[in-house]
Nanobody
Framework: QVRLVESGGGLVQAGGSLRLSCAAS????????MAWFRQAPGKERNFVAG????????YYTDSVKGRFTVSRDNAENTVYLQMNSLKPEDTAVYYC???????????WGQGTQVTVSS
């Protein structure tokens, strides 16, 4: 089992920045592909960004390209999401996920709230 804990959410004005962290614990003897998802009130959970086990490959949904950066520190078992130029439409609960295979997400964190005011 892998336990994921997100942190770093909060309230920020439009145009501001936040950095989310996702710390993994438990069975971390191997590295997993990781991803960030978000869920706005009344909407489904959607993919935001993903990263391969070695961090070489990253993936983003179109709406965050050029503004968000996903990275990881395998020595610290932590994945990050740097969010710049935030917009009110970025407001959501952000979740990190890990999977044995990229695209199949077996483990989820509890989420962290990001609120962007206009």
């Amino acid at each position: 089992q892998v336990r994921l804990v997100e942190s770093g959410g909060g309230l920020v004005q439009a145009g501001g920045s936040l950095r989310l962290s996702c710390a993994a614990s438990g069975r971390t003897d191997k590295d997993y592909p990781m991803a960030w998802f978000r869920q706005a009130p009344g909407k489904e959970r959607n993919f935001v960004a993903g990263i391969s086990t070695n961090g070489v490959s990253t993936y983003y949904t179109d709406s965050v390209k050029g503004r968000f950066t996903v990275s990881r520190d395998n020595a610290e078992n932590t994945v990050y999401l740097q969010m710049n130029s935030l917009k009110p439409e970025d407001t959501a609960v952000y979740y990190c996920a890990a999977g044995r295979i990229y695209g199949t997400w077996d483990y989820w964190g509890q989420g962290t709230q990001v609120t962007v005011s206009s």
